[in-house]
């Protein structure tokens, strides 16, 4: 870790109180002009650094820029280690950890960015992902479980968003199946899950979970072909400092822990809970066919059961499905 880093992680964990520059040289073994200049930089960045006199350094608690440093002291003791990286600006966080994947990087490495330029959706969509309103998140995984299983990997990633949405905003948060999160019936985050399939193996060589929530609704609005559609967790500027840091941190320690017991499957109960589309008459879409039916429940597998107009029964374990309007 950088004296930068150093210093960035312990004024973190006294935001809003100053910390003097020869304490913070003492228990970091730098020099208190190592100190000044890890603070110019960090002000440089953004950070909202004021030196007050005969008293030290003091980062403002409405600070909201995203780092590890951020992050970290928000995830659970418990959670196994997990190799964090935050980045200002990226093409696609899912596009990233895919390189990465083929190089070798091992299971546990999350790449979050304030940014994305080239955000990916299902089915080739754009997902629009502009800077300083979302959170934009990926992890790597490398799980022993057979392809037909994967949909529990983005099961348990939309409980996981759900849940940690509303422990630290307090929105109720519902699932469309399969993977979309809505608050006061906008879509507020997207997951895309990616593989790599080992075919001498028969299972996963390696699977990348990707989120990407609206904490905001960002300056301007949304595109005009998403506006109707995409919503905000919160107004502009309306949401406290580190909010998004700790969405993240409480986001790893949801999803680490249904994946360490996996098998288990403790989100399936929680994900049905949540569903809204249950009860309701949809359309199934299939390329540019629409196949009207009614939702009637997720079974124990995640998968979608629904009753066609002719009476069958149908289950479905992957496609797009949309309410009908009334």
């Given amino acids: 870790m950088s004296a930068k880093q150093h210093v960035l992680s312990v004024l973190e964990k006294n935001k809003g109180k100053s910390v003097s520059g020869a304490k913070l040289a003492q228990e970091l073994f730098i020099s208190r002009n190592a100190v000044w200049k890890a603070i110019k930089s960090l002000q440089l960045e ?29 995830l659970s003791d418990h959670i196994r280690p997990v190799n964090l990286e935050v980045r200002k600006s990226v093409t696609s966080t899912n596009t990233i950890l895919k390189e990465l ?9 999350v790449l979050i960015a304030e940014e994305q330029t080239g955000g990916r959706g299902r089915l080739g969509r754009n997902f629009y992902s502009p800077a300083r309103t979302g959170l934009y998140m990926s992890i790597l995984l490398r799980p022993k479980v057979k392809v037909e299983d ?17 422990k630290v ?18 879509k507020v985050c997207g997951i895309l899950t990616e593989a790599g399939v080992d075919f001498e193996g028969g299972g996963l060589e390696y699977c ?3 989120m990407g929530i609206n904490v905001a ?6 595109p005009d072909e998403i506006k109707e559609i ?15 840091s700790k969405l993240a941190a409480e986001i790893l320690n949801y999803f680490w822990g249904y994946y360490s017991e996996f098998s288990k499957k403790a989100f399936i109960d929680e994900y049905r809970r949540r569903s809204f589309l249950i009860g309701k008459e949809v359309n199934i879409i299939s390329g540019d066919q629409l196949q009207n039916a009614k939702a009637l429940d997720i079974d124990e597998n995640a998968r979608l ?15 797009e499905v949309s309410i009908r309007p009334k």
């Fill in 46 to 74: 953004g950070y909202d650094i004021t030196a007050v006199p005969n008293k030290g350094y003091c980062l403002s608690e409405d600070n909201d820029i995203l780092s590890v440093e951020s992050i970290i002291p928000y």
């Fill in 101 to 109: 994947a083929s190089e070798g990087e091992a299971e546990g490495k």
């Fill in 150 to 166: 994967s949909l529990y990997i983005t099961t348990s990633a939309a409980v996981s968003v759900a849940k940690a949405i509303e």
């Fill in 169 to 186: 905003t307090g929105c109720e948060a519902k699932i469309k199946w399969v993977n979309d999160i809505f608050c006061d019936g906008k």
């Fill in 208 to 210: 990348i979970v990707g």
């Fill in 217 to 222: 609704r960002p300056q301007g609005d949304f």
């Fill in 230 to 244: 995409a919503g905000g967790i919160f107004e502009p500027n309306r949401y406290s400092s580190n909010l998004r």
């Fill in 305 to 319: 059961v629904v009753q066609l107009p002719d009476g069958e029964i149908k289950t479905l374990s992957s496609g």
